[in-house]
Structures are given as structure tokens and as C-alpha cells.
């Protein structure tokens, strides 16, 4: 995917390659509001005929407020090394200006980090680059610093401890001795009086990134000499870790990856303060709806449900030497900004996604504001705009789901963003026509019920189909006797305590050594169970689904968690070699139930032999790579059930399509997914889609071959304000309804809508 949003005057384009191009349009303060038109025109040089697509937006006629208690922030290293590589001082400060400008528009309001360093014989903590401190003030950075100590606080190491060696997430081989301790409390303590007397800015210190859980006692030693010097802190650890209650004492922000810790239980407390590091969203997973679903999400609607103060991501701009613009040679894939010849911005997609996320929020706390400050008005109908109002905050709370990370499942369709937002200007526009009664910054979250339920979860499709007996399955696990560890590294043994149910399931628990088993050319090895079949005895090419239900326990800390990678690998009669092998990650669920489905049309495809290959299968082998985990890992993998599933009718197993419509709009789209392919050929199956009134008359249908696409369009350009049911169904060739979902959607007046 490509990051960077490079600015463009002219380009060539190969014939039928899609290109993408992002507009940006600038609306100067002082623009009076109303609906504004315009074109873009493209035209080829070798042709005559030109392109033009109709531009409009509306601008509104209030300006958007800030939440004053919640930030954005961002990791960041000033005089970056790769970017100013051979640049001279006027490239930088030129370079850096544009930078510090560009975060501000990004909305970032609180400073980003800055790093701690010593002098030569580690007697003295300073500021790394302190000179820019002054220059984030003038563009607008308030707050606390967030300083990074681990580089100071390494070289104090070294100071006291010089035949100690460190590894990456602090695993040190020798434990400093107590003159370490008192001498980081008395730096830090000199370095705050100095803070003071100065008058800088406030700090609050991350003394040790990601520490270990295997060297909690360094770790915790270290906080506690920090925080006795009267420093705040924050630490980059899962609040709810194992070691965490042991750190709490000496830690005043815990900073997580995730929203960690639900709204409720924060709210419940006043001791700690939460921000996230959303890494999942900067760069981490280089995907499009992650990007931008996700990270719209995570730094707008999902910010203002999670009860977090502060977002702080990786990074600003991460960039790899010799070349800050190789993504690929580089030993690590940077992310982020990056800066061009003429010491220009190219902005990153990811900050854009962050900003149309920062909007949302934004719009929410106006609302919020405008709620709060008429609240208390006498006026019959500024009640009634507010009420209008408190159940519209109520719904958009209510209608979130949920997540630690928001990726890309789940997520509202784009189309829905917009029509959300467009609900709460509309709300606020009609608040701000009556007079304040009251003045002051309206809460956070300002509803009736913060503490409403959550969404009911989704029904599992295979789950209700079974119920119907639609999807059949076969038990390939048969109590897991079969089922033989392969390697020195891992111990199996059967117990109904490692399956969901009453039913005997496999526990494998694996000790990852990089030293020994394997063999001995190969000592990290690959530690493994297998079942073997006779000659004849499974045939996949019949089944929907191969189906794992799994659950991971590990001794892992925060960091290392984040992924945990298992694979498997099939064999057949007759070919000599794996007919097919992938590793796959079950993400950072642990302690939970997860299904691990493969599915076989997609295994069959990928291989390129058709079925034929997999109609006689030899074995199914699990396994991990000890290369994936660090050495002296204790992870635990419970294997509650293996199934082989089939479908004996196609079933729909998901509709993304947006509930709330905006009008006028001459087309609205319908994505889905199936399952049970397997029992359909071309032609043999319809989907259509249906959108209906309250009196059942259809308004709008598409209908298509069910293997044609998985998208439809409907034509909408009729349609008038109101509430629609959209029915999404499967049919046979000869007219059984194999499948059905459906929907509410609401269709609203948008921000073109003319008035009749």
C-alpha cells in the first residue's frame, strides 16, 4: 500500500492501471458558510477529450472545539539522522518548521517526546535537542513533555554497572548495584529543580520502553528511583499484565497499545491516567481499511468511548538509514512523514485517516458543548434541541463497538462516518441559534447513560447454521490420541479442562529453546504435533471449512504478545513434499476461545492444482517457528476441537452496508461475504438486494450472480428521507431461499439535499 501522499502536477499512467489521487481542499477561516461548487478537470496531453468530475461542499457556519481534556501527541526525534543526512542547518530549520506546522494542523496539541541523554561521565541529565523546545511552544504545544529516559538511564548503567550487558526490551545480564538507583534519584531530582528554575515546561518521564517481564525487578527498582525523585511517569506495558500491580505505586500514566482498560473502569478510579500508543494504526499493518477505518475510528468515536486522555502513536516519522524512502531494503519498514528536496511535508495517509478521525471527535465535543451550555434554558424549544440532541450522543455511543484495537472488522462503512457526523452539525447547528445560559467546558462524555450495555454480539453464521443443519461437521480431533508431538521442545497431553466443552482436547505446551532440539544444524528449531491418515481416509476437497478452536497462555510480556504465529502444513499421497504450508496469527487473544478456520476453496486456489491433490490427504501437521518467539518462552496452545465443516446451501455471513443513508445520493453499495461456496457453480445461485418502506414496497433492487461479485449498487436517486429495510438474499436456480440478512437503514436529509 502506498503511505506517502506525494504532491503531483503532471503524471503518466499506463493504460487500464486505476490510480488513486487525494484532493485536499483549503477553506479559509473567515469563509462565509453556504454550499460550495466547483470542478476538477483531467485531460491527457495526446488527447483533446477531457474528464470533468463535479466538486461541492458545504461549509458550515460554527467552528469546531477541542476536548480540553483530552491530547494527541506523537513519538518523534528531532534532527532525525536519516532525513538530514548531508542537509545543512537552513535545510533543517526550514524542514523542522514545516514539521512543527504540520503537527499543529494534524491537531496535535500536546508536545511530542523529546530524549533524555547524560553528559560524558553520566553526572548530569539533559535534554536532547532542548533547543526546540521553544519553537513547539510558539506552534502551539502545551502540556507535559513526554521524555523518553532509556538512553540516559543506559548510560548511567553503564556508568555503575560496566561489565553489565543489554539487550532490546531491558534484559540485562548483571543486576547494577544499589549506587544505581540512589544515583538515577539524585539526577532526577537536579534535573527537575533545574526544570523549575528554568522555567520549562513540565515532563513526565518513560524511564525504560517496554521493559521485559522477565526483569520486572530491574524494572520496578528503576521506576520507583524515578518517581522518588519527583517525577511523574508513563509507562508502555499492558495495565492489566501480570507484573503491572507491582509497577502501579511508581506510575502515574499507563501507556498501552490497545484501549486496554474499558471506559468504566476508569472512570471508577482517579489514580492513573490512560493513554494508547495505537501502533496498529501507524504503520504496523501496512492495510487500507486499518489504516483508515481504523484509525478513523481509534482517534475519533472510539477515542471519545474509551475514557483515554491522550493518543502518543509510532511515529511522526520513522525513517531507516542510507534511504529514509526505501520501504523495502531497509531492515526495518519505517512509517510516517517524510520530507522532500525542498524541505517540504509529504504527508503520510495514516495521519490523514488520524485527522478525519480528530474531526469526528470534534464535532462530538461541540455538540457536547452546545448541549452543556443551554441545558439550562427556559426556552421550550432550545429543550427540545437539546433532548434531540442528548439522544442522538446517546445513539452514536450506544451504536460503537467496542474494541481494543480498532482494525478493519467491525468498522462502519465510510459512507456511514459521513452520515454520522453530518447528524451531530446538523444538531449543533440548530443548539447554536438559541443563547447560552451557562457558561464552562462541557464533560468528556456528557449522556444520560455512559454505562449503557454493549452490543449484543454478532450471531456466528456457523453456529445458527448448525442449529439448522445446514452446515455439517466431521471430528478429525477423535479425542486427539492420534495426534503426536514431534520434537524435544513441547510435551502433549489430553485433559476436558483444554476444550470449551465436556470433551477431551490436546494441551501443547511448548518451552522455545534457541539452543538446543531441532537438530543440530538446526537448533531454533520447529517444534510440532501431526496426525497421520491411511491411504484413502480424508478427502478435504468435499468441506467447507478446516476448523481449529484454540487457546493461547504464554509467559510473554506486552510486546512480545502483540502476535503469536502458529502454522500448519498438509501433506498428500503421492507428492513428495508439503502441498501447502502457511503460519497464521492469532493476534493478541489470550486466554480466550478462537476459532482458526481455513477455508478449503481458498487453500485449493492458492495452490493452483486444483482439487484433485487434496482428495487424498496424507497428514495435518501444527506447528511453530521458534524464530518467532524469544528464547525461554513458555507458551501453552489447547486445542479444544479439529472439524472438517460443509455447507450444504451458500449462507451469508456478513452485509457491510451503511444504516444511515444521506440524500441525495444516486447510488448506495451493499459488500458481503459468503460461505458454503462450495456447494454453488456459475450460475447456479442469485443474490439480490432489496430495499423496502414501512408498507413493504420495494423502492430499489439489484440482483446479479451470486459468484459474479461481492458487491451490489443499488440505484437510490429517488429515494426520499425515511426509514428502509434492506434485505440482503440467496436464491437457487430454482427459487429456494437459501440465505437472508437484513437491516434497518435511515435515510436523511444530507448537506446537498435541496428543499422542495
Known amino acids: ?47 483533446d477529450q477531457t474528464t470533468t468530475i463535479p466538486l461541492d461542499f458545504r461549509v458550515l457556519g460554527f467552528t469546531l472545539k477541542n476536548d480540553p481534556r483530552k491530547h494527541y501527541s506523537a513519538y518523534y526525534r528531532t534532527r532525525d539522522r536519516p532525513t538530514y543526512l548531508g542537509k545543512d542547518e537552513a535545510f533543517y530549520q526550514k524542514a523542522s518548521a514545516n514539521e512543527f506546522q504540520a503537527m499543529r494542523d494534524y491537531g496535535i496539541d500536546q508536545f511530542p517526546t523529546l530524549y533524555l541523554v547524560t553528559n560524558k561521565d553520566a553526572s548530569k541529565i539533559l535534554i536532547q535537542n532542548e533547543e526546540e523546545i521553544p519553537r513547539l511552544v510558539a506552534n502551539g504545544m502545551k502540556g507535559r513533555i513526554p521524555v523518553l529516559g532509556g538512553n540516559a538511564i543506559a548510560q548511567i548503567y553503564r556508568a555503575t554497572t560496566p561489565d553489565g550487558k543489554r539487550e532490546s526490551h531491558w534484559k540485562i545480564d548483571k543486576m547494577p548495584p544499589p549506587e544505581f538507583y540512589q544515583r538515577l534519584t539524585r539526577l532526577f531530582k537536579d534535573f527537575e529543580k533545574d526544570r523549575i528554575a528554568r522555567d520549562l515546561p513540565p515532563m513526565i518521564c518513560c524511564p525504560l520502553d517496554e521493559v521485559a517481564a522477565s526483569h520486572k525487578e530491574f524494572g520496578i527498582k528503576t521506576y520507583q528511583a524515578v518517581h522518588d525523585a519527583g517525577i511523574p511517569t508513563y509507562i508502555t506495558k499492558f495495565p492489566t499484565a501480570p507484573d503491572a500491580l507491582d509497577y502501579a505505586p511508581y506510575v502515574d500514566v499507563w501507556c498501552s497499545q490497545p484501549y486496554a482498560i474499558p471506559y468504566e473502569r476508569i472512570i471508577a478510579q482517579k489514580r492513573h491516567e490512560y493513554w494508547s500508543y495505537p501502533n496498529h494504526n501507524a504503520g504496523e499493518r501496512k492495510n487500507r481499511l486499518v489504516m483508515c477505518k481504523g484509525g478513523r475510528m481509534t482517534y475519533g468515536f472510539g477515542f471519545w468511548r474509551s475514557g483515554y486522555t491522550t493518543l502518543i502513536p509510532w511515529h511522526w516519522s520513522w525513517t531507516m538509514a542510507p534511504d529514509p524512502f526505501d520501504y523495502l531494503r531497509s531492515k526495518q519498514s ?9 524541505a517540504e511535508i509529504i504527508p503520510a495517509i495514516y495521519w490523514e485517516c488520524f485527522r478525519e478521525g480528530r474531526d469526528d471527535a470534534r464535532y462530538l465535543y461541540t455538540l457536547q458543548q452546545a448541549v452543556f451550555e443551554r441545558q439550562g434554558s427556559s426556552d421550550p424549544e432550545c429543550l427540545k434541541q437539546v433532548n ?11 451504536a460503537i463497538q467496542v474494541q481494543q484495537r480498532y482494525l478493519s472488522d467491525g468498522m462502519w462503512p465510510s459512507e456511514e462516518f459521513t452520515a454520522r457526523r453530518w447528524q451531530l452539525a446538523t444538531a449543533i447547528q440548530h443548539l447554536i441559534t438559541y443563547p447560552v445560559s451557562k457558561k464552562g467546558n462541557a464533560p468528556s462524555v456528557l ?26 461437521s466431521r471430528d478429525i480431533g477423535e479425542g486427539f490420541t492420534l495426534w503426536k508431538n514431534g520434537t524435544i521442545e513441547g510435551k502433549t497431553e489430553i485433559s476436558k479442562a483444554a476444550s470449551p466443552d465436556d470433551k477431551p482436547g490436546l494441551r501443547w505446551n511448548i518451552k522455545v529453546d534457541h539452543s538446543e532440539g531441532g537438530d543440530a544444524a538446526y537448533p531454533v528449531g520447529w517444534p510440532r504435533i501431526r496426525r497421520i491418515f491411511t491411504d484413502g481416509q480424508l478427502d478435504l476437497s468435499t468441506y467447507d471449512f478446516l476448523e481449529f478452536m484454540i487457546r493461547v497462555d504464554s509467559n510473554r ?7 503469536t504465529l502458529l502454522g500448519i502444513s498438509i501433506r498428500n499421497f503421492g507428492e513428495p513434499g508439503r502441498l501447502y504450508e502457511i503460519r497464521k496469527d492469532l493476534g493478541d ?10 477455508s478449503i476453496k481458498e487453500l485449493i486456489d492458492t495452490t493452483a492444482l486444483g482439487s484433485q491433490p487434496w482428495k487424498n490427504i496424507n497428514s495435518l501437521q501444527i506447528f511453530i517457528a521458534e524464530a518467532d518467539y524469544l528464547d525461554q518462552t513458555s507458551i501453552t496452545f489447547e486445542i479444544g476441537s479439529a472439524k472438517l465443516l460443509a455447507a450444504s446451501k451458500p449462507l451469508i455471513s456478513r452485509v457491510e452496508a451503511s444504516r444511515i443513508l444521506l440524500l441525495p445520493t444516486a447510488n448506495f453499495t451493499v459488500s458481503f461475504d459468503v460461505i458454503g461456496l462450495s456447494s454453488t457453480k456459475k450460475g447456479s445461485h442469485t443474490v439480490t438486494c432489496l430495499l423496502k418502506d414501512k408498507q413493504g414496497k420495494t423502492l430499489a433492487t439489484q440482483k446479479q450472480g451470486l459468484l459474479d461479485s461481492s458487491q451490489l449498487v ?27 440478512s437484513s437491516q434497518t437503514v435511515e435515510a436523511i436529509a444530507g448537506p446537498f439535499l435541496k428543499e422542495k
Open 334 to 342: 519505517g512509517c510516517g512523514m517524510r520530507i522532500d528536496e525542498n
Open 1 to 47: 500500500m502506498p503511505e506517502l501522499l506525494e504532491k503531483v502536477s503532471s503524471h503518466s499512467s499506463p493504460a487500464f492501471e486505476s490510480q488513486r489521487w487525494w484532493l485536499q481542499v483549503h477553506v479559509p477561516d473567515d469563509t462565509p458558510a453556504g454550499i460550495y461548487s466547483g470542478k476538477l478537470t483531467l485531460q491527457d496531453d495526446r488527447s
Open 714 to 740: 443499488l440505484n437510490t436517486s429517488k429515494l426520499t428521507p425515511g426509514n428502509y429495510t434492506l434485505s440482503t438474499q440467496i436464491t437457487s436456480a430454482d427459487g429456494e431461499l437459501c440465505s437472508q
Open 557 to 563: 510480556d506486552e510486546v512480545a504478545d502483540d502476535k
Open 589 to 598: 487473544q489470550q486466554r480466550v476461545w478462537i476459532p482458526l478456520r481455513f
Open 447 to 472: 449522556i444520560n447513560k455512559p454505562l449503557a450495555k454493549p452490543i449484543a454480539a454478532t450471531k456466528n453464521i456457523l453456529d445458527e447454521a448448525f442449529k439448522k443443519g445446514i452446515v455439517t
Open 388 to 398: 434531540n440532541a442528548k439522544k442522538l450522543l446517546q445513539e452514536n455511543w450506544d
